[in-house]
Nanobody
């Protein structure tokens, strides 16, 4: 059974940093894409960053380029998202997800097959 479990969310002030982690288990994710999505109230779920579990390339949404860094630790089966210079507009529930190796670079929520339960990130101004 595939499981993705996020942690690391919280309440921070604008300009602060947070690091999200996602432990994946129950499957071998070679060549899968794994990524972080977020969903704010009243908005659609959007991709934040994605990376191929076996290596590059990576993808970042324009809104987070230069501030967020996605990484994975194959030995620990962990996906991470380092978020720096956080802004109030980054407030959302953040989800990690995994996509079967079907799409070249999956960036749409519907292209992902497995999801974590989400972790809340709130950035105050």
């Amino acid at each position: 059974q595939v499981q993705l479990v996020e942690s690391g969310g919280g309440l921070v002030q604008a300009g602060d940093s947070l690091r999200l982690s996602c432990v994946v288990s129950g499957h071998t994710f070679n060549n899968y894409y794994v990524g972080w999505f977020r969903q704010a109230p009243g908005k659609e779920r959007e991709v934040v960053a994605a990376i191929n579990w076996s290596g590059e390339p990576t993808y970042y949404a324009d809104s987070v380029k230069g501030r967020f860094t996605i990484s994975r630790d194959n030995a620990k089966n962990t996906l991470s998202l380092q978020m720096n210079s956080l802004k109030p507009e980054d407030t959302a529930v953040y989800y990690c997800a995994a996509a079967k190796p079907i799409y070249l670079t999956p960036v749409r929520a519907r292209e992902y097959d497995y999801w974590g339960q989400g972790t809340q990130v709130t950035v105050s101004s």
